[in-house]
């Protein structure tokens, strides 16, 4: 059975740093792109990062500059470096995987198929 | 970056369909998923690539899409069904491959 499963999540000032870890299983992980999404306290999903199959990472405007991500193969395991945190950083964080489907002519598009259940940031003075 | 614009709230009586819409221009040249998130749980996929299934969803959730819009229509609404409902859109040109509409409160009656 596939598992995502998250940890680092906790109480920092602002200005602090963590380190989000998510372990995965169940699957050939170096196959598969991976994802970090957020969900503020009573607020929507909002992407975060990506990490592609194809080693490019992508960021939202929101945490460019500030949030890493990486991934580690050999331990099946994607992280999110979080620098000079903000008090709007507050939220669960999910680590999602992506999957892929092809349509009728050929064309490649992706999904987030599977979610942790997520590690919670506070950033609070 | 483009926004995907979802109606706050959506009310249904047991047995009824609920239709839920997620709008933005040119939605018909991006792949769009559906998400469905109760109180306290991490989102699960419904529908994805407009009208596909994961296995273990029922058939009572469908997808489709037409003009700038995209929609998650659940027919024979059961109690269990309340959630909210987020659509994503993915778009591999764009270096922000992922955006999720701002959600849609489905209260069953």
């Known amino acids: 059975e596939v598992h995502l499963v998250e940890s680092g999540g906790g109480l920092v000032k602002p200005g602090g740093s963590l380190r989000l870890s998510c372990v995965a299983s169940g699957f050939t992980f170096r196959s598969y792109s991976m994802n970090w999404v957020r969900q503020a306290p009573g607020k929507g999903l909002e992407w975060v990062s990506t990490f592609s199959g194809n080693g490019i990472m992508y960021y939202a405007d929101s945490v460019k500059g500030r949030l890493t991500i990486s991934r580690d193969d050999a331990k099946t395991s994607v992280y999110l470096q979080m620098d000079s945190l903000r008090v709007e950083d507050t939220a669960i964080y999910y680590c999602?995987?992506?999957?892929?489907?092809?349509?009728?002519?050929?064309?490649?598009?992706?999904?987030?198929?599977?979610w942790g259940k997520g590690t919670t940031v506070a950033v609070s003075s | 970056s483009y926004v995907l614009t979802q109606s706050p709230s959506v009310s249904v009586a047991p047995g009824q369909t609920a239709t839920i819409t997620c709008g933005t221009n040119?939605?018909?040249?991006?792949?769009v998923h559906w998400f469905q998130q109760k109180p306290g749980q991490a989102p699960v996929l419904v529908v994805y690539?407009?009208?596909d299934r994961p296995s273990g969803i029922p058939e009572r959730f469908s997808g489709s899409k037409s003009g700038n819009t995209a929609t998650l229509i659940i027919t024979r609404v059961e109690a269990g069904d309340e959630a909210d409902y987020y659509c994503q859109v993915w778009d591999g040109t764009n270096d922000h491959p992922w955006v999720f509409g701002g959600g849609t409160k489905v209260t069953v009656l």
């Open positions: 690539h407009e009208n």
């Open positions: 040119n939605i018909g040249t991006k792949s």
């Open positions: 999602v995987r992506d999957n892929s489907v092809y349509d009728s002519e050929g064309r490649r598009y992706y999904y987030m198929d599977v």
